[in-house]
């Protein structure tokens, strides 16, 4: 196994660990605000245990959601400092895995993945 992989691995590990914590963080908020956010936490959580692209990017983007509201001072007021430091840093981690881990798309169904120059659109 390369460096890299070994690397984005620990990294995918410890992003779940945040993501589950943050679903038993949200889940503490005890109305149906924390749930609504802790169900999208858990989904995105799924997303990136079954290494899908949507899974990452979506975390970082829930990443700079969490860095922003605490930031505005909306949400995480006892733990504002660490929420903002935490989110700042988990963006280029999930862009990272994003690319590293995140399965690629599968072709196309319409052209079975052929390269073919008979249905060119465009003249030479």
Known sequence: ?????IVANVLN?????????????FISFGNV???FLAAV???IAWGVY???RW???????W???????????YEFQAIKRQVMILGFSLIPVALFL???LGKAASKSAQNNGKNNDINRKMPD
């Open 63 to 73: 990443a700079l959601a969490c860095y922003q509201l605490s930031k505005q001072g």
């Open 33 to 35: 605000y924390g749930l």
């Open 41 to 43: 936490t858990a989904a």
């Open 98 to 100: 994003h690319e590293t």
């Open 13 to 25: 590990v410890f992003l779940l660990l945040v993501l589950i914590a943050s679903v038993a963080g």
């Open 1 to 5: 196994m390369s460096k890299i992989l």
């Open 50 to 52: 079954k290494h899908q």
């Open 55 to 61: 899974g990452y990017f979506a975390a970082a983007a």
